[in-house]
């Protein structure tokens, strides 16, 4: 196991952290809470024996049953050789007390006296504002690592970079931070800026997500076809870990492992990783990646956001960035699991009653919220491609709707 700095903290870290939030389960249906405890313990002690010291829970992982399941693992002499982390469920706090209650149930739960590195779970601009800063979440971390319960504070993130930016700024008490972070997430969300704007300020940055929940492990033909290409033989997998641990600034890399074969893989891959890997041949394979998931692309948005002139809030870029998703990877449950997790309810495709006047390409009924103009701002005043967002929308509104994937309709007319 190769092992990497941690922030301006004065420990080291193994290149590669479990992630528990993906263990095998009973059902083989993913994230339920019937976890295959005795195969999960197997294979968390045979990361931590293989010398992998960063071990990532959270709350609401495997339907609360995750952190049970770490607590469990770390048993026998296993908690004394980690680095623990878990997380805050942030959305669920209702007043500042809750802080105090989450944190000491979860003590319980993993068997131990105190979290080596507390997060705040999955921050946003709005989460930062409207709860954190408002029940003054701080100040309960700050008594928390004053009396031991918490060692370091960090935060996890899922928003923009400017979010980002003001989180981290926000705060002395930051030790570290977690990104979602891949060679194709490189200029979304927090991205390599939010990287290296952290590395700057001396926080450790934990990155979560390298593999986009396996997607980039198993790529198409034409990708996997030049990978194989190249002259030094990786697997896909190890070809984005790599690019991920190239990078001075990421201190360790998150893999939520299901398998006792993904979790050897990852350990070969980690034990050769270093930074400085690639060279600029490397980086040209990288790019050429890239470009072909690009080419996929089925709705080419920028994300400029001159067409969020929608009286409703409905985020039309972001339910285009989802879209893609599904093309891009061939994946419309994916896609519509982010859809659902990640846009608020006012901003989905599903609150432009636009759709409303669909119906004989939905074959169903018009969406439960109201209040759509038909004002057509959104494509007539904002995009700079006239008819651009009226041509793609239709097909967004009914793939996350359940509809099938069809082309060039045309809700405006």
Avoid at 15 to 25: D, I, Y
Avoid at 86 to 102: N, Q, Y
Avoid at 186 to 213: I, T
């Amino acid at each position: 196991m190769q092992y990497r700095n941690f922030g301006k903290l004065d420990r080291k870290v193994s290149a590669l952290g479990f992630g528990a939030m993906r263990f095998p389960t009973l059902s083989g249906e993913g994230r339920g809470g019937d976890i295959d405890e005795p195969e999960a313990l197997c294979m968390v002690r045979h990361a931590i024996d293989s010398g992998v010291n960063y071990v990532d829970t959270a709350y609401p992982y495997h339907d609360g049953r995750s952190e049970v399941v770490v607590g469990k693992a770390l048993r026998d002499g296993y908690r004394e050789r980690v680095r623990l982390a878990t997380k805050l469920p942030v959305w669920m706090v209702t007043e500042p007390a809750d802080f105090d209650k989450f944190l000491n149930e979860q003590l319980k739960k993993l068997q131990t006296d105190h979290i080596d590195f507390y997060l705040l779970h999955a921050l946003s601009k709005d989460r930062w504002r409207d709860i954190v800063l408002k029940h003054k979440l701080l100040e309960r971390a700050e008594a928390a690592l004053a009396d031991g319960r918490i060692r370091h504070l960090g935060f996890s993130f899922h928003d923009d970079y400017a979010g980002f930016e003001e989180i981290v700024n926000g705060s002395e008490l930051w030790s570290f931070c977690q990104i979602q972070l891949n060679y194709m997430d490189a200029e979304n969300q927090a991205g390599v800026r939010g990287l290296k704007l952290a590395a700057s300020k001396g926080l450790a940055v934990v990155v979560m997500e390298p593999l986009m929940g396996g997607r980039l492990a198993d790529p198409p033909k034409d990708i996997r076809a030049a990978m194989e290409g190249f002259p030094v033989r990786r697997s896909p997998a190890a070809w984005a870990l790599n690019w991920l641990w190239d990078q001075p600034e990421v201190s360790v890399v998150l893999s939520g492992m299901s398998t006792m074969e993904q979790v050897e893989d990852n350990l070969g891959i980690a034990a050769s990783s270093r930074i400085g890997a690639f060279g600029e041949a490397e980086r040209a394979l990288i790019a050429q990646v890239q470009e072909k998931y690009r080419a996929r692309t089925a709705i080419p948005c920028t994300k400029c956001g001159y067409c969020m002139l929608c009286p409703n809030g409905v985020n039309i870029p972001g339910n285009f960035e989802f879209f893609n998703y599904a093309r891009l990877f061939d994946d419309v449950a994916g896609a519509r699991f982010k859809y659902q997790v990640f846009l608020a309810e006012t901003e989905r495709s599903g609150s432009c009653t636009i759709a409303a006047f669909a119906r004989s390409c939905v074959r169903r009924g018009s969406p439960s919220a109201s209040g759509c103009r038909r004002c057509r701002r959104c494509w007539r005043e904002g995009c700079g491609r006239p008819g651009f967002v009226r041509r793609q929308w239709g097909e967004t509104v009914v793939a996350f709707r359940g509809g099938k994937l069809v082309r060039n309709m045309n809700l405006y007319s």
